[in-house]
T-cell receptor
Framework: GAVVSQHPSRVICKSGTSVKIECRSL??????MFWYRQFPKKSLMLMAT?????????EQGVEKDKFLINHASLTLSTLTVTSAHPEDSSFYIC????????????FGPGTRLTVL | DAKTTQPPSMDCAEGRAANLPCNHS???????VYWYRQIHSQGPQYIIH???NNETNEMASLIITEDRKSSTLILPHATLRDTAVYYC??????????FGTGTRLQVTL
């Protein structure tokens, strides 16, 4: 099956710093990538959808200037949490899909962010 | 996207079939039924999807009622490793996934 990786798997940072999370599709070209956030004991919430080579589409209530998304290639998307604060601590998960191969999304293992 | 309703939790004995129901009475004609599962602290895993015909793969079977208002995911021989939260999602092709609260399946010895 399709494999999606994320790096890092966990990160701890100080309040006010920026953190970049990478999402890679390892064995397929992902024309669309999605970023989700999951708080403890809650379900996944979609943050944004990014298509390769174009600007991301953010969900209502998600600050685009705080959560910067770049999808510069068909195998890599990055999420940068700028000026992170403790309330940004969460489990961030990406997924990737390629309509040419079917519309199912394949998820990465997630990145646990802890902001002190 | 159509809303789905799932029981919050279910138990299943190891080796037995796990039948997870999902109601999606407002599903429209071009919407698919997708099933994903999430094992604790991992990313969700795609299981199966279907439009109106029953589907089977190496992981599970998906039974969709003729009126498409409900479906059942069947894990034929549940193991302890199948303990997870199972999400039933209805969406059109290339559409975003809206995760509900899912069903927490606990497989026991």
């Amino acid at each position: 099956g399709a494999v999606v990786s994320q790096h890092p798997s966990r990160v701890i940072c100080k309040s006010g710093t920026s953190v970049k999370i990478e999402c890679r599709s390892l064995d397929f070209q992902a024309t669309t990538m999605f970023w989700y956030r999951q708080f403890p004991k809650k379900s996944l919430m979609l943050m944004a959808t990014s298509n390769e080579g174009s600007k991301a589409t953010y969900e209502q209530g998600v600050e685009k200037d705080k959560f910067l998304i770049n999808h510069a290639s068909l195998t890599l998307s990055t999420l940068t949490v700028t000026s992170a604060h403790p309330e940004d601590s969460s489990f961030y998960i990406c997924s990737a899909s390629n309509p040419a191969g079917g519309y199912e999304q394949f998820f990465g293992p997630g990145t646990r962010l802890t902001v002190l | 996207d159509a809303k789905t309703t799932q029981p919050p939790s279910m138990d299943c004995a190891e080796g037995r079939a796990a039948n997870l129901p999902c109601n999606h009475s407002t599903i429209s004609g071009n919407e698919y039924v997708y099933w994903y599962r999430q094992i604790h602290s991992q990313g969700p895993q795609y299981i199966i999807h279907g439009l109106k015909n029953n589907e089977t793969n190496e992981m599970a079977s998906l039974i969709i009622t003729e009126d498409r208002k409900s479906s059942t995911l069947i894990l034929p021989h549940a193991t302890l490793r199948d303990t997870a939260v199972y999400y039933c999602i209805v969406t059109g092709t290339a559409s975003k996934l809206t995760f509900g609260t899912g069903t927490r399946l606990q497989v026991t010895l």
